[in-house]
């Protein structure tokens, strides 16, 4: 009983640290948004080359994730986690001594790499943690969820910053301070034996041919596909309304809050859904009701889309994790660091040629309104893909059958941390 309960603590500490770290990389990569306007103005850019802040991490996390999510299956998920989190605050911490816009800039492409390491680390470690598929798209939820919550307070303190005159790089120093502490937890904390089900090591050029496999295609396009929907909102809609001057220009000025406060908020809702209700429907369910406020917003112009845009976020808050935790479950535990990586590849590859396309149509056309065209346009082609899956279902076999060889013998008890 003594050693299920300090199991079960373990677990739980983990989880924390999990938690704590999603929430703390949020704070930087999701206040782009509101970072990208004071440095276009600071350094006097165009909107395709101020978006370098949004290109330059994305293109750090895909880069490490395709080569170097392997590691969380070759040397284990601590070392992994570990070495991803001692990249990224440091190159966080260096922001306090730049000034140039090309040195921030390759800061934020090492800090990437660093969130591509570590969070292939804990999306592996949470596979090991989980006890059903289903527990690990409940989890997964719950971790995005506290996502959601760093990608409040970034935007906030930045929003706040800026308020009292001081500089917008004060989100990286202190998200550099919580990572020293996140170091320590991971350093000190008691990681659960891995699950080994393979019988050679991972290789880096595992990744890549599991691109060829089916599972990993599907969820990697509508994970594509999700992400450039989500672009068109948390890095060009504060642009798009900054020339708003109606009746609520103190929503316009916080849109990117709100709608990450309501999409924290629908992630944890996404947990009692997912509960309920089949992922596929729940996924068509929400990646329609997304699709209909942007065409709104859209058509309806500043004024409706001062509203609509935020509201995306409830519907868009389950989308994201449930695909992700899906096309993990997809595969045995083994290869969940690479089929981790791959997938937030291919995040990272819409998240960097989405807003760039968003960014030269607007540039070209002299519009940023052409943003959230393209982002409407996505957000359907998802519906579509989602629609399929539900008329199709062609992972129902695959994903019960890895449910009993991979969780089979553990419902019901946590995994046992390392003595």
Same mark, same amino acid.
């Given at each position: 009983?003594?050693?299920? $309960? ?5 677990? /739980?500490?983990? #989880? ?7 929430? /703390?990389?949020? /704070?930087?990569?999701? &206040? ?19 978006? &370098? ?66 969070? %292939? ?8 943690? &989980? ?37 917008? #790089? ?16 991971? $350093? ?26 089916? %599972? ?116 045995? #535990? ?34 940023? $309104? ?45 995994? %046992?941390?390392?003595?």
């Amino acid at each position: 009983m003594d050693s299920q $309960a300090e199991a079960g603590s373990g677990s /739980m500490l983990l #989880k924390a640290i999990v938690f704590a770290m999603f929430a /703390m990389f949020a /704070m930087t990569t999701d &206040s782009v948004g509101t970072v990208i306007p004071e440095v276009i103005r600071e350094f006097r850019l165009g909107l395709t080359a101020g978006g &370098s802040f949004q290109y330059a991490t994305m293109s750090g996390i895909g880069i490490s994730a395709i080569a170097l999510g392997f590691l969380a299956d070759r040397i284990g998920r601590k070392a992994t986690i570990l070495i991803g989190l001692l990249l990224f605050g440091v190159s966080s911490a260096l922001f306090a001594a730049g000034h140039s816009f090309a040195l921030f800039v390759t800061l934020l492409f090492i800090a990437g790499l660093g969130i591509g390491i570590f969070k %292939a680390g804990a999306l592996a470690l949470i596979g090991d943690l &989980s006890r059903s598929t289903e527990d690990h798209a409940r989890t997964m939820n719950l971790i995005e969820g506290f996502f959601g919550i760093g990608a409040i307070v970034g935007p906030a303190i930045v929003a706040y910053m800026l308020h009292t005159g001081a500089s917008w #790089k004060w989100v990286y120093l202190i998200a550099a301070m919580l990572c020293g502490l996140l170091v320590l937890g991971a $350093a000190f904390a008691r990681f659960p034996r891995p699950i080994v089900t393979r019988a050679e090591p991972a290789q880096a050029s595992e990744a890549i041919r599991m691109a060829n496999d089916p %599972a990993a295609r599907f969820f990697g396009t509508a994970l594509m596909l999700y992400v450039g929907a989500e672009a068109a909102i948390y890095v060009w809609a504060p642009t798009y309304l900054a020339g708003y001057s109606g009746s609520w220009t103190w929503l316009a000025a916080y849109v990117v809050s709100v709608f990450f406060v309501l999409r924290a908020v629908g992630r944890f809702l996404g947990v009692w859904l997912l509960s309920r209700f089949d992922w596929s429907t729940v996924l068509l369910a929400c990646s329609g009701g997304m699709a209909l406020l942007l065409w709104v917003a859209v058509l309806g112009g500043r004024e409706v889309a001062i509203f609509a845009l935020p509201a995306t976020g409830l519907f868009m808050s389950v989308l994201y994790p449930t695909i992700n935790s899906t096309g993990i479950s997809c595969y045995d #535990k083994g290869r969940h660091g690479s089929i981790a990586g791959l997938l937030l590849f291919f995040t990272c590859i819409s998240a960097v040629l989405a807003p760039m396309a968003m960014g030269a149509l607007g540039d070209a056309l002299r519009d940023s $309104a052409y943003s959230l065209v393209l982002g409407a346009v996505f957000a359907s082609g998802l519906v579509v893909q989602c629609a399929w899956n539900v008329s199709r279902k062609p992972f129902a076999a695959l994903l019960a059958q890895r449910n009993r060889a991979d969780y089979g013998g553990e419902v019901g008890a946590e995994a %046992a941390p390392r003595a």
